[in-house]
């Protein structure tokens, strides 16, 4: 079992900076991919980041890649999204996932394990 925690979330104007941050509970943290994916009103959730259980392997989706960066930190049980660049159109609640297979980072259904959600909005 893992439970997720993401904070970080809030009010920035475009071409700002936010990083949100995803405590994670559980002895086999370690063992799962985790990834982060994103869901404006009316619109279905889509994949931002993923990284790889051991952190060597990281994934993104086009419309952040160069802005955002997801790394990991073990010791701290942390996984976290640095977002630079930010845009209007990156406004949405970003939710912290935990995969055991990894096999397809970019799929909801490949996720295990959710957290709350944190809000990001982003003014222009």
């Known amino acids: 079992q893992v439970q997720l925690v993401e904070s970080g979330g809030g009010l920035v104007q475009a071409g700002g900076s936010l990083r949100l941050s995803c405590a994670a509970s559980g002895r086999t943290f370690s063992s799962y991919a985790m990834g982060w994916f994103r869901q404006a009103p009316g619109k279905e959730r889509e994949f931002v980041a993923a990284?790889?259980?051991?952190?060597?392997?990281?994934y993104y989706a086009d419309s952040v890649k160069g802005r955002f960066t997801i790394s990991r930190d073990h010791a701290k049980n942390t996984v976290y999204l640095q977002m630079n660049s930010l845009k209007p159109e990156d406004t949405a609640v970003y939710y912290c996932a935990a995969s055991w297979a990894g096999s397809s980072p970019d799929r909801v259904d490949e996720y295990d394990y959710w957290g709350q959600g944190t809000q990001v909005t982003v003014s222009s």
């Open positions: 990284i790889s259980w051991s952190g060597y392997n990281t």
